[in-house]
């Protein structure tokens, strides 16, 4: 397929370019990029998709996503693991209608994402490229430990992890921090967790938000901090150049910020049918400052040169699935530009994923996994929302409004 437009955004966080053209193989690679006359001339027997005033860019990864989460759904005592495995399908699927063709799964219910990786290496389901976690792992009472495993001491952790790895996890995630500034994990528990994930050869990222921490997980040497909302400018210089990556999550705390508040102005005493918003509404006055905080410093962390990947952290009952184009819009708002936010959805996460060499750009040799949007992208962030082509490994999954399913190219 040669796939033509405007512009094309290769995913560097630097290039633009204009009146090129993109042809897919049927190895699932991308051939070659050039004029479309050049690429007709050389592949005469391609079907060719013009798409004038648009943008061609990779398809966009989500690095925080939780594809199997249900606790907060309000009937969650039907949510077998059954229901759970399609809760996820469904939510996997509806990654393509919003661009994105991977994601970093961190933490759902055991199992969920090895099995869903192996229906669609076997061709049963089609569904973004998943890099996933087991459950997540905080201490006995601490943040989320309904959902995740609670361990206690160094080797407690260890054991866990061993365990997670012995059960096909690829990453490893760990919850230190909840909504005050006492850490839950002590030190030696992070030092231990970094250092076991490290030895096994697989990466690490934690859930922190505040301090001190964000300073513990620094220094601990994760590869990536979640979150991190009330981190220092102090505390982004050592990211950068510990090469620790910054997941921020924008939307997650700014539309628990809305939502809170709305339900408290407009809503006061009235029941609340998802469990998790229950316990939220309590939290609304971390709410403000995280958005604040966010709003106010984004810019100059990202200009200290920390790696920025988007992530959208979405598990509110009927929150918008995967909203990755709004991350992006929200990085754009607070300082930085398209075509920068769009490398922090693209390049930066294929170099922490460590598969750089295989996607997260536009560049001959690299899988096929692109996005085609309506407009001038690198001047408009919500381009994003006009979606008119998603391809992974040169098929089509997302075309026209239509979501392709399946080995036999049925659509829904």
Known sequence: ????????????????????????????????????????????????????????????????????????????????????????????????????????????????????KLAAEKGFITIPKITHTDTGICMTGGHAWEEVEQVDGPWEVRKEIRKQVRDGAEWVKVLTTHRSHIPELTQEELDAAVDECHRRGIKCGVHAGTNPGIQMCIDAGFDTIEHATFMTLDHAKQMAEKGIAWTPTIMAYTLLYDICKEKMENHAGAPVNDPVMQKEIKDYQYFEPAYKAYRDNFKAFYDTGVTVIAGTDMVMYQSPLLPLPRELQYMVEYGITPVQAIQTATSNPAKVLGVEDQRGLIKEGLDADILVVGGNLSEDITRLNDVKLVTMDGKRVFEDGIRYVGTSNMFM
């Not at 033509?4 to 053209?21: F, I, N, P, R």
């Not at 699932?28 to 690429?39: N, P």
């Not at 001339?41 to 860019?57: N, Q, R, S």
């Not at 693991?81 to 991977?102: D, K, V």
Request: proline share 3%.
């Open 1 to 116: 397929m040669i796939i033509s437009a405007k512009y094309l955004m290769t995913g560097d966080g630097k290039t633009v370019l204009e009146d090129k053209a993109v042809v897919t193989g049927s190895d699932g690679k991308i051939r070659k990029i050039g004029s479309k006359e050049e690429l007709i001339k050389e592949y005469p027997e391609e079907e060719v998709k013009e798409y004038g005033d648009a943008t061609i860019l990779p398809g966009l990864c989500d690095m925080h996503a939780h594809l199997g989460y249900w606790y907060s759904q309000p009937d969650s005592f039907n949510y077998g693991p059954q229901l759970i495995m399609l809760y996820a399908l469904q939510h996997a699927q509806a990654a393509f209608e919003r661009g994105i063709t991977s994601v970093r799964d961190m933490s759902s219910a055991h199992g969920v994402c090895k099995n869903l």
